[in-house]
């Protein structure tokens, strides 16, 4: 019963639409205009990947909760590549961010910091060898501050020159301590400003702990908008911004680039557009030369093509419904739907090539084409439109909104199709003319009798085809694997994601670090929790005030703070000063051969100045000499009582406070929300990037772990402190597990969604499993291929997989709906003009994949890749599988039933009505 209703319900839509084609076009093309509208003025591109997860995930809205609490976490970082002792490169980082932080689109941009705002033991946490240096300089302040004159403080300075064993760098700036002697001598003002600690000192924000090639500029925007409209403008003018600044300065030709999370999304989301754009460009370019010469005309195509753009039309209208946005997953659904939003004009002109001449008007034609191919083409897409549904039920947020988009886009362009297209011809009034005539009727073979083998030989070829199956699932098997690393799927060249490589291979400390979040009063136990971990290196953010070596340190300060540092006795008077001077001479003279060309160079030109100054001074009565040094001394005085206040409390017994930080590092690091402490915690360094699976899963685990674990035993803190792990690389290997159960689910729903729907329309459980067979092949061949080729399971092609049972079911179910009608037919399923059908709609959504391997994004590249190869294994199935199972069905069926095969497979479906309408649904 329900197949008459269903026919009658297709036979007159075929018959409305082309008898009243002014009418139609008259209810479409405006739902089109809309729908365009619509999209032009409110279609935005999601480039925030965090967003395309579940919200509700704990461990997503922990990340969430971070980046809130945290939006330096969201800077962009402008990157500028230099020799580490170039002052000019760090001054230019300086520029940069000055004149990035004058503009109303950026919140704050920030190259560095004054030391002098950090507390006086900031060295405690700084690294080991900067450390070790400070404390050199740290003793020599203790003989100065134990110096009685300035007399004695140049009595420091002879000493440490005349000494062989001293390091030849603590010489570097003999011409900066006897400079303010030099201008006594000649009576001019004095300075000792490069002894106070509290001096301006610029440290920019570089790679390797400050030391590093790379200097950062961090950016944090005025607008918080994910939407590519916004990031990405902003992004244009910032990168041109950076390029001004840099030409104009003296280092012109300076290597940079912008990089950080949001830039990488933003740059993939802008490089995806573009892929998709051209993509879809060139798909419908080819789907309507592929229409040409199938159907030896121009007319025919194009007038598909507009019926084809005005489902296209209907689908952004739905997407802006439902949606309202796409991101980089759902960006492809145009060049999914121009595949197979086609098909349907395909299938339609296809019968109808074969039945025009026995039909005066295009109504009548029509009415009994959909009648006969209607009921296989429903069945497809709605088969199709499940799979996509299935998707759309995931927790997947960004598969799930390609699942939604695709699933109502589906069925609008089968409708759209179906009723614009006919009307479209209708109006041209040749439809006869522009139809070609094909013949051979409803009982054409295929292939001109080349796959007549698989008709006399059905138990062979499945023997083959079983072994390829195998061989093909046992590749996958042992070869395909999820690879979660996200900076695989880029564009080569793209230049956030080169300079994220430059940053990673410079400094693997600073980038792709996982985040604790911890109260202060648990920091100190969590810390040393982390260190603890096997893939952690070290603990940076608020971390670094409790070094793992603080007590070894500790005992370092307290042996320069106990110790006895007594600088030389000097008498005062410039006539001891100037004897002195001679002194320093001499010592250079001695030291000058074993010193490193520079420092010798520089010595030789500070002998010079001592020799002028002493002429100077020589010129000068006692009187002024008296005043000079006296001048001197008294500001040396005052430097050295400073000098002396800051070393007591920077040798001070204690450990280190968030006070001895900078306040750029400090705020960094301090919640805004909750005044928690940001810990970052480094893996260690390694060939192997660490988003590599193994490398981070083991990454992840391990901190997890040693969260999990006791605190240290030597801590302050004897409670064990628990906390969770967040942060980019732990975004990442959660939305890989996330994306891997949910690419599962979606399988199996869809499969289930399909198995059903093909149920109800043959009301066979044996055709329903047949009609999915060239599919399942299909699925095991593309994860075969894919080891066989090297293609790993990633972010982006993970969620089509499931998509391939969709759109390949149709091709058998059309195969199998042919059978029915007419199981004699050589080969089972495809006379009839069904095989020819089935062809073009294959290759045309094969080509609107295929346009994909175009790509620069090589996620999008790799989804293409995976389509193309499922879909075409798919196609060989029902030209070689499924033909052999249906010749040994009609086989079973005629040695069981005994009458013709026909007859017996009529029987077997229980439905005559439905071997009418199959009969053109495959066609």
């Known amino acids: 019963m329900h197949e008459r209703i269903r026919d009658k319900i297709l036979a007159g839509w075929g018959r409305l639409v082309a008898s009243h084609p002014l009418a139609t076009l008259a209810v479409c093309l405006p739902i089109a205009a809309v729908s365009v509208v619509f999209t032009a003025t409110g279609l935005e591109f999601e480039s925030d990947r965090s967003q395309l997860i579940d919200p509700e995930q704990s461990w997503n809205l922990a990340y969430a909760r971070y980046t809130e609490n945290f939006p330096q976490s969201n800077d962009l970082i402008v990157v500028l590549e230099g020799d580490p002792d170039d002052s000019a490169v760090n001054e230019l980082a300086r520029r940069v961010a000055q004149d990035l932080a004058g503009d109303g689109r950026v919140r704050a941009a920030n190259a560095g910091f004054d030391t002098a705002e950090a507390g006086p033991r900031f060295f405690t946490f700084a690294g080991r060898e900067k450390f070790d240096r400070t404390l050199g300089e740290l003793t020599t302040g203790r003989r100065i501050a134990d110096a009685d004159n300035a007399n004695a403080l140049l009595g420091v300075l002879l000493a440490a020159l005349t000494q062989d064993q001293s390091d030849p760098a603590s010489l570097d700036r003999l011409d900066e301590f006897v400079a303010p002697y030099l201008d006594a001598a000649r009576n001019r003002p004095s300075s000792f400003d490069f002894l106070d600690p509290k001096r301006p000192n610029w440290q920019p924000l570089a790679s390797n702990n400050g030391e590093g090639a790379l200097r950062y500029v961090r950016v944090q925007l005025a607008s918080g908008g994910n939407g590519i409209n916004t990031i990405g403008s902003t992004l244009a003018w910032l990168r041109g911004s950076v390029d001004k600044t840099v030409k104009a300065s003296e280092r012109p030709g300076t290597a940079w680039g912008v990089t950080g999370i949001r830039a990488i999304e933003a740059d993939e989301t802008t490089q995806a557009i573009r892929d998709s754009t051209i993509a879809s460009l060139l798909a419908i370019t080819l789907i309507t030369l ?349 430097v050295r009582d400073r000098l002396a206040e800051w070393l007591d409390e920077a040798l001070a017994p204690g450990d280190p406070v968030p006070e001895d930080l900078p306040a750029l590092l400090r705020d960094q690091w301090t919640g805004q929300k909750d005044q928690s402490w940001l810990l970052l915690v480094h893996p260690k360094a390694d060939d192997q990037s660490i988003l590599a699976p193994e490398r981070l899963e083991h990454f992840v685990k391990s901190i997890e772990v040693a969260l999990a674990g006791p605190g240290d035993p030597g801590s302050s803190i004897a409670s064990a402190t628990s906390a969770q792990v967040i942060g980019p690389p732990v975004q990442i290997y959660r939305s890989s597990l996330l994306i891997q159960r949910e690419f599962v689910k979606a399988a199996i729903l869809a499969v289930a969604a399909i198995v059903i729907l093909l149920f109800l329309d043959f009301r066979s459980l044996a055709d329903a499993l047949c009609a999915m067979a060239p599919v399942s092949i299909g699925f095991v061949g593309a994860f075969g291929l894919m080891g066989l080729a090297g293609v790993p399971l990633n972010f982006a092609n993970i969620i089509v997989l499931p998509i391939i049972f969709g759109i390949g079911v149709s091709a058998g179910v059309h195969v199998v709906h042919r059978w029915r009608f007419e199981p004699s037919g050589r080969p089972k399923g495809l006379s009839g003009g069904t095989g020819r059908g089935i062809t073009l709609t294959m290759l045309t959504t094969m080509i609107g994949f295929g346009c994909l391997l175009i790509a620069q994004h090589r996620g999008i590249r790799s989804l293409g890749f995976v389509m193309i190869i499922g879909l075409g294994v798919t196609l060989l199935a029902c030209y070689i599988a499924l033909p052999a199972v249906l010749r040994l069905r009609t086989s079973a069926a005629e040695a069981v039933g005994g009458g013709t095969p026909q007859e017996t497979v009529s029987q077997a479906a229980q439905a005559p009505a439905s071997q009418t309408a199959g009969a053109g649904a495959a066609d």
């Open 290 to 638: 592929v229409m040409f010469v199938a159907f030896r005309g121009l007319r025919v195509p194009l007038l598909a093509a507009g019926a084809l753009i005005v489902g296209m039309a209907w689908s952004f209208g739905w997407l802006m419904i439902t949606v309202g946005h796409l991101q980089i997953l759902s960006v492809v659904f145009c060049v999914i739907l121009l595949g197979l939003g086609i098909d349907f004009a395909l299938l339609f002109v296809s019968r109808l090539e074969l039945i025009k001449d026995e039909h005066q008007d295009l109504a009548s034609a029509t009415s009994r084409v959909y009648q006969r191919m209607g009921p296989g083409m429903v069945t497809g897409a709605v088969a199709t439109s499940a799979a996509f549904a299935a998707i759309g039920l995931t927790k997947f947020k960004g598969m799930a909104e390609m699942g939604t988009i695709a699933a109502g886009g589906i069925l609008l362009c089968l409708i759209a199709v179906l009723s614009v297209f006919p009307a479209l011809l209708a109006l041209t009034g040749r439809w006869k003319q522009i139809i070609r005539h094909r013949p051979g009727g409803e009982t054409a073979h295929f292939a001109q009798g080349r796959l007549d083998f698989v008709d006399d030989h059905p138990r062979a070829t499945l023997a083959v085809v079983s072994l390829t199956v195998a061989v093909l699932l046992a590749v996958a098997v042992g070869t395909v694997r999820y690879d979660p690393n996200v900076l695989n799927l880029q564009s080569k060249g793209v230049e956030s994601v080169d300079w994220e490589e430059r940053v990673v291979n410079e400094d693997a400390r600073s980038a792709w670090s996982a985040v604790v979040l911890a109260k202060p009063e648990n920091a100190e136990t969590l810390v040393w929790k982390l260190r603890r971990a096997s893939a952690v290196s070290d603990v940076g953010g608020m971390g670094i005030l409790y070094p793992p070596d603080l007590a070894e340190r500790q005992e370092a300060i307290a042996r320069i703070r106990d110790g006895s540092f007594n600088a030389p006795p000097a008498k005062p008077g410039m006539a001891q000063l100037l004897r002195q001077l001679v002194s320093v001479q001499t010592g250079i003279r001695l030291r000058a051969d074993s010193l490193p060309e520079e420092i010798r160079t520089r010595l030789n030109a500070t002998s010079d100045h001592i020799t002028a100054a002493l002429q100077a001074a020589r010129n000068l009565n006692r009187k002024t000499r008296a005043a000079a040094w006296k001048q001197l001394n008294l500001n040396f005085l005052a």
